[in-house]
């Protein structure tokens, strides 16, 4: 069994935060068919499921973000789940908006809720970093991390968790490199083109798939007497 963590805090007054994009990217893979409604246990709620033949369990800690551990290790001691069966998916402030890394073991990074998975189970489980950009300045760090995710955000947050839930076999597979490779590709399935050539077909609102394209030639005027005979009868005969 794979354990599949979300990281956030309850209550609906943090549905929104940047803090609970773990619950949200979890919230994302149990809308996958066969995936039974959430339920309490293990001091969290929980949903089970199977990925790519495999069964998967989801759960989003219910004790605050600065005591996830308690209900990660209680799930985990429960089903006999090794670190490495385990993966967690966390808001990333050194990340930009968007931009999503996976990684086994590791510090903290001051993120209080790996701080207190660490100190239950140890280091050597998987983390999937979900990018929500920094604001510019420790002071800012908290009002950034506890407020909600700005309207102008859903266009890159809702693809963002669409596809976490879309590759999520990979993740389940253990293929990390190509979960992050499928994590760059967009909505439309086709890699964004970078640099002055990408900025330049957004402008256009044209793929750049439909833009390398070349265009479909003209047809060949149509020549010969009856061709010639039927431009004269409908007022389209040759010009001197």
């Known amino acids: 069994m794979l354990l599949i963590v979300g990281l956030g805090n309850p209550g609906a007054q943090y549905a929104g935060n940047r803090h609970n ?14 995936f039974k409604p959430w339920t309490k246990k293990f001091q969290g709620e929980i ?7 495999r069964k998967v369990l ?3 800690p219910q004790t605050f973000m600065n005591d996830s551990g308690r209900s990660v290790q209680a799930a985990a001691s429960f089903f006999k789940i090794e670190p490495a069966d385990i993966v967690v998916f966390h808001d990333e402030l050194d990340l930009p908006p968007g931009k999503v890394r996976v990684k086994t073991g590791g510090g903290h990074g001051g993120h209080n809720g790996l701080r207190s998975i660490d100190a ?3 280091k050597d489980y998987r983390r999937v970093r979900l990018g929500i950009g920094h604001p510019g300045s420790k002071e ?5 991390v506890l ?4 309207k102008v955000d859903r266009d890159w947050l ?10 999520a076999e990979l993740l389940v597979a253990g293929e990390d490199a190509r979960f992050m490779n499928r994590m760059t590709v967009s909505a439309g399935g086709t890699e964004e083109p970078s640099g002055a050539k990408g900025a330049a077909l957004k402008a256009k609102g044209t793929s750049h798939v439909r833009q390398a394209r070349p265009a479909d030639p003209p ?5 010969g007497p009856m061709a010639g005979m039927l431009r004269r009868l409908l007022g389209g005969g040759d010009r001197g």
Do not use: W
């Open 140 to 144: 800012r760090v908290n009002p950034h």
């Open 120 to 122: 239950h189970i140890g």
């Open 58 to 60: 989801l759960l989003k």
């Open 158 to 167: 809702d693809e963002t968790l669409q596809a976490v839930a879309r590759n």
């Open 21 to 34: 994009i773990g619950f949200m990217a979890v919230d994302e893979i149990a809308r996958l068919p066969g």
């Open 147 to 150: 407020g909600d995710f700005a």
């Open 219 to 223: 047809a060949p005027p149509a020549t």
């Open 47 to 53: 949903s089970d499921g199977q990925i790519a033949g």
